[in-house]
């Protein structure tokens, strides 16, 4: 049930930078965990990123360290992944997702069946 509303997608060249928005009603950001998600044309969907309500950590796949960075406004129900030195490899729809536990393990973080609410995805296109 998509909950969720992601945005800030588009087509971008190498080396540009995007920055993605999701937002819900307050019911959907809690104090829980939040994280991004990313699904390649022909492949699965993939964990990129997660932060606990309170901000105390973050966590990210090996892929995207030190060129994403994820945060949130939880006084806005709002959260964002700013997306610095893109490649095409990180072309994908990002699908951003919440829910009312807070994980302090990326293990838990990571796994897709750790969240209730999502979005319908925001396309980014990375060309070379």
């Known amino acids: 049930?998509?909950?969720?509303?992601?945005?800030?997608?588009?087509?971008?060249?190498?080396?540009?930078s995007l920055r993605l928005s999701c937002t819900g009603p307050e019911r959907t950001f809690s104090l829980g965990s939040m994280a991004w998600f990313r699904q390649a044309?022909?492949?699965?969907?993939?964990?990129?990123?997660?932060?606990?309500g309170n901000g105390e950590a973050t966590y990210y796949t090996d892929s995207v360290k030190g060129r994403f960075t994820i945060s949130r406004d939880s006084a806005k129900n709002t959260a964002f992944l700013q997306m610095n030195s893109l490649k095409p490899e990180d072309t994908a729809v990002y699908?951003?997702?919440?829910?009312?536990?807070?994980?302090?393990?990326?293990?838990?973080?990571?796994?897709?069946?750790?969240?209730d609410y999502w979005g319908q995805g925001t396309q980014v296109t990375v060309s070379s």
């Open 1 to 16: 049930q998509v909950q969720l509303a992601e945005s800030g997608g588009r087509l971008v060249q190498a080396g540009d």
């Open 41 to 52: 044309p022909g492949e699965e969907r993939e964990f990129v990123a997660s932060i606990p």
């Open 95 to 115: 699908y951003c997702a919440t829910s009312p536990v807070i994980y302090y393990s990326i293990q838990l973080a990571s796994q897709e069946q750790s969240y």
